[in-house]
């Protein structure tokens, strides 16, 4: 009898083997984008462009052993209850830049799997002209398989994995699941959610290396569930309050 299971579990491992074997370069690229902002004393934002990606900003955001100068970017109208509306309207992108006061020599990780739909598109556009920093997470199979003409897309039908020097792979493939079931016709088990995570915080564990060998204090979210662990973020609160808009 099949173990969908650990089918399931195979090949998110593979997924990910991959992401560390092929992209260690570029992780260290991306890394060290985030150790040089760390050491300037700026703030790094986290923008997952629609749907489930949106989670991405979340992952970054005060988690415990995270860095603590990261700048979750959330609008409402692009997350998961109003999908695929929202995530398809480009002239949302200045906006939503604006409202986070993201300009030039900022950086900005820029998540989205599909790396089509306008409001990325336009936010990868918008920060080509702004001189903003980007690291690009997302992946190729949709970009290359739907039509320039598929109504998800921008209207310059560009792909966001094209777009930036710096952009990490998910290997999410088209339709984003993994397992196939007979009785089913469609695969089933999400790959994709874990292929962002596991970038996200590879550069970041990465980041903090390049801050330790380089004798740098690296500002890191402690759980406040163990002991001792609010007492360590009043200082990280004191600093950050005033510039992170959520925290």
Not at 11 to 18: D, G, I, S
Not at 20 to 36: G, H, K, N, Y
Not at 175 to 202: E, L, Q, R
């Amino acid at each position: 009898m099949r173990d969908f299971l650990r089918e399931y579990l195979d090949e998110l491992e593979n997924r990910m083997e991959r992401i560390l074997s092929e992209q260690r370069e570029m992780i260290d690229r991306a890394a060290r984008m985030m150790a040089d902002q760390i050491k300037a004393d700026k703030l790094i934002y986290v923008f997952g462009s629609g749907g489930h990606s949106n989670m991405m900003a979340e992952e970054m955001f005060h988690r415990a052993g995270g860095l603590a100068c990261i700048s979750p970017v959330f609008a409402d109208a692009i997350r998961i209850p109003h999908i695929p509306f929202g995530e398809r309207c480009a002239e949302l992108a200045p906006y939503i830049l604006d409202a986070y006061n993201i300009g030039k020599d900022d950086l900005l990780i820029l998540v989205n799997g599909y790396g089509i739909n306008p409001v990325t598109i336009e936010t990868a556009i918008e920060c080509q002209k702004r001189g903003v920093k980007v690291i690009a997470v997302t992946s190729t199979d949709y970009a290359t398989k739907l039509p320039k003409d598929f109504p998800g897309r921008h209207k310059s039908g560009q792909n966001l994995h094209e777009m930036f020097d710096v952009t990490l792979l998910t290997y999410m493939e088209y339709g984003d699941a993994i397992v196939s079931m007979p009785g089913i016709d469609s695969k089933i088990g999400a790959y994709s959610t874990f292929g962002n995570a596991f970038i996200c915080n590879a550069i970041a564990i990465r980041c903090c290396e390049m801050l330790v060998e380089e004798g740098f204090d690296v500002p890191i979210i402690n759980s406040i569930n163990v002991q001792g662990g609010m007492e360590k973020n009043r200082k990280i609160y004191a600093k950050y309050r005033p510039l992170i808009k959520w925290l």
